[in-house]
């Protein structure tokens, strides 16, 4: 099965049937001239995003995991990554924070379905930590780097978790 979440009509027999779906999609593209393009950040972090939760709300899909950013909900003058990411990266933390707050609101119009967002920190390529030095906050008030292979373990821990239907929380390492 191949999916496109720039393509609502490639994503109804990826999601048809699953227990849970993990929007782990991101952009790549950063600032560009428009060019028509559809792997920049409000194409990919924000427009996908919503296209996948529609589908899951479609086909009952029980659980909508996304994996966002630490720092999304900060103020751009209050967080150095956010002012980073932002203004390097397209308004990437910006299209992040608009993609989960209008999936939320597509997902809440069905109650068979909840959601979860995950918000890494800085994503590392090394090895998983052991689980006593990873840290899962709520607030939005940390940012630390985090291996991805510990992002990956939490998102999967987090699907059918009863603790973890309809909250936002942070994962620094």
């Keep these: 099965m191949v999916g496109d979440v720039t393509k609502p009509e490639t994503l109804q027999s990826c999601v048809e049937g699953a227990a849970a779906v993990i929007f782990a999609a991101a952009s790549t593209a950063g600032w560009r001239i428009p060019t028509g393009r559809m792997d920049t950040p409000p194409h990919v972090d924000y427009q996908g995003c919503i296209n996948v939760a529609e589908a899951c709300v479609r086909h009952d899909v029980p659980q909508f995991i996304v994996i966002s950013s630490a720092c999304v909900t900060r103020s751009m003058f209050s967080s150095i990554p956010y002012l980073l990411l932002n203004t390097m990266l397209g308004r990437v933390m910006y299209w992040k924070r608009r993609g989960e707050i209008e999936s939320q609101a597509v997902i809440e119009k069905n109650p068979n379905c909840s959601w979860t967002i995950i918000r890494p920190g800085g994503l590392?390529?090394?090895?998983?930590?052991?689980?006593?030095d990873i840290s899962?906050?709520?607030?939005?008030?940390?940012?630390?780097?985090?291996?991805r292979a510990n992002v990956g373990e939490i998102a999967a821990a987090a699907v059918d978790n009863p603790n973890a239907k309809n909250i936002a929380f942070e994962c620094i390492g």
């Design 124 to 132: 590392q390529n090394t090895d998983a930590k052991e689980p006593k």
């Design 136 to 147: 899962l906050e709520t607030g939005d008030t940390k940012s630390a780097m985090i291996p």
